[in-house]
């Protein structure tokens, strides 16, 4: 947290003076990592920053930055959304639709994108299947991907605990889904959504206590990580479990 403190602070001074290739690198990372963990208004101030930035260098023709901008587009549209401006995510949502990407890790992130959308939305029962079947038509290994596409298959275990949740017969498919997120989750960002899954599918099964004890973990390892989003699952899966236990 203390070095991503350091980063911002270096690039809210400093980041005028990097080149395009640099300043794209730096921000890049810090938008998946503010995105992944949950925070919405920094994730969308970056993109805004990364977008104005290409307008100021005045490259709107080049092939590696329209690659860039459709990453940030991806990633504003759906923010912007999860946070209710439908209206901003329209117009990024048009943006997005003009660059004609066709690269596989960009057209990976705007399913992985597109998911979480869904999933924020609480819309499981719906387009959110084509757009999982997208993905893995793709043929993407979790084993050599990198960590804002491997969210994916956290994303899958979240889809199927909310289909559980509204009384489809997916707990088979929930605990399948667990292994893929346990992969996944050697990324610490990510570990946390696993641990979150795995107590859910216990909690699913009526195995309680042991829930309890993986959203304690979750929960320690989600304040060392910063990660509201998570934090919030946590409470909404301890709300349900106490509520099943009367």
């Known amino acids: 947290r203390a070095a991503e403190q350091r980063l911002v602070q270096t690039l809210e001074k400093y980041g005028r003076w990097l080149n395009m290739e640099d300043y794209t690198n730096v921000t890049g990372a810090l938008i998946f990592n503010l995105q992944t963990r949950g925070h919405g208004q920094a994730t969308v101030k970056w993109v805004s920053s990364f977008l104005d930035r290409i307008r100021l260098e005045g490259v709107a023709n080049d092939p590696m930055q329209d690659h860039f901008k459709f990453w940030n587009y991806s ?28 690269a596989p890790f960009d057209v990976a992130l705007y399913h992985v994108n597109e998911i979480l959308s869904y999933l924020e939305q609480d819309e499981v029962d719906g387009d959110i299947k084509k757009v999982i079947r997208k993905f893995e038509a793709q043929g993407i290994s979790i084993f050599t991907t990198p960590t804002f ?32 997120a346990w992969v996944a989750g050697l990324v610490p960002t990510l570990r946390v959504h696993a641990l979150i899954l795995k107590g859910s599918y216990l909690r699913l099964k009526g195995k309680y206590k042991r829930a309890l004890r993986y959203y304690a973990h979750a929960e320690i390892l989600a304040h060392d990580k910063d990660s509201p989003i998570a934090l919030y699952e946590i409470h909404r899966q301890r709300a349900h479990l106490l509520k099943s236990q009367g």
Not at 82 to 95: F, T, W, Y
Not at 157 to 167: I, Q, S
């Open 149 to 180: 596409i491997r969210r994916f298959w956290i994303f899958v275990g979240y889809y199927h605990l909310a289909r559980c949740m509204k009384g489809h017969d997916e707990l088979p498919l929930l605990r399948r889904s667990l292994g893929w």
């Open 75 to 102: 990633i504003g549209k759906t923010v912007l959304l999860m946070q209710g401006h439908a209206v901003e995510a329209l117009d990024m949502k048009g943006q997005l639709e003009n660059l004609k990407i066709t």
